[in-house]
Nanobody, 116 residues
C-alpha cells in the first residue's frame, strides 16, 4: 500500500513559479507522476518519472516544468516555471503506473491557481 500527500500549491501570478512536493509512504520503486484536472475537464498527465529517473512530459509543459524525485526521501517534485493561467488546476500525485498511464495510487490533490 502506498500513501501520497501533495504540498506546495497556491496562488501565483502569470510568469511566476511554484514547486510542488509529493511525499510517499511505502515502496519507492514505482513510477510516479503528476496529473492535473481543471474545472470541467478530464484529469490529464503532466509529467512522469520512473524509479531510474526517466521522464515524460505533456507537450503543454515541456520546457517550463521539471519533474524530479529523491528516492532516499521518498519524495517527488514538480518545479513549475513561467506559469500560465491555463495551468490552473488541482494537481494530483500518482504512483504505480508507467510513463504514459496513471497507476492506482493517488494523493488528495493540491490547488494551483495562476491569476493576476
Amino acid at each position: 500500500q502506498v500513501q501520497l500527500v501533495e504540498s506546495g500549491g497556491g496562488l501565483v501570478q502569470p510568469g511566476g513559479s511554484l514547486r510542488l512536493s509529493c511525499k510517499a509512504s511505502g515502496s519507492n520503486i514505482y513510477t510516479m507522476g503528476w496529473y492535473r484536472q481543471a474545472p470541467g475537464k478530464q484529469r490529464s498527465l503532466v509529467a512522469t518519472i520512473t524509479s531510474s529517473r526517466i521522464t515524460n512530459y505533456a507537450d503543454s509543459v515541456k520546457g517550463r516544468f521539471t519533474i524530479s524525485r529523491d528516492n532516499a526521501k521518498n519524495t517527488m517534485y514538480l518545479q513549475m516555471n513561467t506559469l500560465k493561467p491555463e495551468d490552473t488546476a488541482v494537481y494530483y500525485c500518482n504512483a504505480g503506473g508507467n510513463s504514459w498511464r496513471a497507476g492506482q495510487y493517488w494523493g488528495p490533490g493540491t490547488q494551483v491557481t495562476v491569476s493576476s
